[in-house]
């Protein structure tokens, strides 16, 4: 079995806002140290991975971002380290796939945890394909979204992200108003969450940084506000800037490892990974691919959505999260219940990890047995996590 013993995360920050003068490879590095400071008693040559998860990979996180950040953050160089890029779902892959060499008797204690920022992803060029070409090249940006396309790829999969959740939108019908509330909500929680606390102990702000708290939190904004909002993506279409995530900064990590390392971790485990599930659909269906791999992940852990109490699905575009929490007929009540990405942010790489966190601390919270952690992610996939707190009764 795979235990989750201590999460930890950044602050995440705005586009070009309190994080965007920190490399990526530094916020991975301060979110491993920050994870690892909650358990003291263990020694970090005991770690036997670190896996990584990052969505871009083009700038000043590559060659490895995973293990450029073990070396940063002082683990021995013993400590070997491997990047996961699934898009928006990467850390939440790295955290699977450490549960998966745990599980299968490859390491006792893994660290997992992704890191994205947006605000210093480079422009690319492409190479040249003879010498010496006479016409312009475009730089590219790398910060979101397809970039040098292939040809050969159907035209409706390489859609904007937004043109694809309008489609999503007029496939079920989610009106702009319930997209509204839904961001409108997302705020207010967010908001209220770290008003009474609930996020002091899951975030460490990075030394040398004045952000101490989730910088694209707006609690004013409602449904009346953001319904002034220009469409962002098409004329007379639903979505705008403020019921789609923003761009955005940040890294999380999470330590987690098997019944027999509790004893060198030093900790009781938070929850335990009870499934997973993964799904692929055709790409500008993406936001809608979390329904069937948090089917599978409950098919997997042997449950039934009549016995989960949380979910922390994050929030890509409300229409999506919306569409997702309509198709599984569940109480929108359990839903990101201190809020979710449309408010505290999205930096790809890091997400999964922040979601998984956070249900764990909901579960103990409220008392709960069972939650579930749900990830969109472009080019048509979902990933999914079930966990269970061992505290609570049967």
């Known amino acids: 079995m795979t235990y989750l013993y201590a999460a930890d995360r ?3 920050g705005r586009w070009g806002g309190g994080l965007a003068g920190v490399r990526p490879d530094d916020l991975a590095a301060h979110a491993i140290t920050a994870v690892l400071a909650k358990a003291p008693r263990l020694d970090p040559a005991r770690v036997d991975e670190v896996v990584w998860g ?32 699934r898009l928006c779902g990467s850390s939440l892959d790295a955290a699977m796939a450490a549960s998966r060499q745990i599980e299968t008797g490859d390491a006792d204690v893994v660290l997992a945890g992704g890191v994205e920022s947006m605000t210093r992803a480079p422009w690319v060029l492409p190479k040249p394909e003879r010498p010496f070409p006479a016409g312009d090249v475009t730089a590219v940006s790398t910060t979101l979204g397809w970039r040098l396309v292939n040809p050969r790829m159907p035209a409706e999969w390489t859609v904007s992200l937004g043109e694809a959740n309008e489609q999503l939108q007029e496939i079920h019908g989610i009106s702009r108003e319930r997209q509204d509330a839904f961001a409108a909500r997302s705020h207010l929680r967010a908001h ?5 606390g609930f996020y002091d102990d899951l975030v460490t702000p990075v030394p040398g940084t004045a952000l101490t708290r989730d910088e694209s939190i707006r609690p004013a ?39 027999r390392a509790a004893g060198a971790i030093g900790l009781d485990p938070l929850a335990r990974i009870a499934g997973r599930g993964s ?14 791999a948090a089917e599978r992940a409950l098919a997997r852990a042997g449950i039934g959505w009549d016995r989960v109490g949380a979910v922390e699905l ?13 198709a599984w007929r569940i ?32 579960l103990r919270e409220r008392g709960e047995r069972y939650g579930v952690a749900a990830i969109c992610i472009g080019v048509g996939q979902g990933l999914a996590v079930v966990l269970e707190n061992p505290r609570a009764g049967a």
Not at 61 to 73: D, F, I, K, W, Y
Not at 279 to 292: D, H, I, M, S, T
């Open 279 to 292: 799904c692929a659909l055709e790409p500008q269906r993406f936001g809608y691919a979390p329904v069937a």
């Open 54 to 85: 990052n969505a871009n990979g083009a700038g000043e996180e590559n060659r490895n971002v995973g293990r450029m950040a073990a070396l940063l953050a002082g683990l021995p160089v013993s400590v070997p380290g491997t990047t996961v890029n």
């Open 221 to 259: 904004s409602t449904a009346e506000v953001l319904a002034g909002l220009r469409p962002a993506f098409r004329e007379g279409g639903t979505i705008t800037a403020g019921n789609a995530s923003p761009l955005n900064d940040g890294a999380a990590a999470l330590l987690l490892g098997s019944g």
């Open 314 to 326: 994050n929030e890509a575009f409300a229409v999506q999260s919306l569409a997702c929490v309509d």
């Open 192 to 196: 209220d969450a770290w008003e009474s």
């Open 10 to 12: 950044t602050p995440f």
């Open 331 to 362: 109480d929108p009540e359990i839903v990101n219940v201190h809020g979710g990405a449309l408010a505290i942010g999205h930096p790809l790489g890091a997400s999964g990890a922040r979601i998984l966190g956070t249900l764990a601390k909901v």
